[in-house]
C-alpha cells in the first residue's frame, strides 16, 4: 500500500485535496468519514468491495484450532 504526502488547498474558505492519478477512485461520487483526527474516502457505489475481496482471502482452515472455552448452559428466554 502506497502513502502519499499532498498539499490541502483552502478556496473559499473549505479544504481540498487532489488525488494523485495512481490513487484515482473510480467513481463519480465518494463517502468521507472522519475517523479520529484522520479522513477515510470511501467509493460510493461499492463501498464494501474492500470488505468483501478481503473476507475472500481468509482460507478454510483459518483459526480452525482456536482456543475456544467450552459454552455454558443458559436459561432460555422463552
Known amino acids: 500500500m502506497r502513502v502519499a504526502t499532498i498539499d490541502i488547498q483552502n478556496p473559499n474558505g473549505m479544504q481540498a485535496i487532489t488525488i494523485p492519478n495512481d490513487m484515482r477512485i ?3 461520487k465518494v463517502y468521507v468519514k472522519k475517523v479520529g483526527n484522520a479522513i477515510q474516502i470511501i467509493p460510493y457505489h461499492n463501498p464494501w ?5 478481503g473476507a475472500a482471502m481468509f ?7 482456536r482456543n475456544q472455552q467450552q ?8
Open 26 to 28: 473510480d467513481d463519480d
Open 49 to 53: 468491495k474492500n470488505l468483501t475481496e
Open 59 to 65: 482460507t478454510d482452515d483459518y483459526m480452525q484450532q
Open 71 to 78: 459454552q455454558h448452559d443458559r436459561e432460555s428466554f422463552e
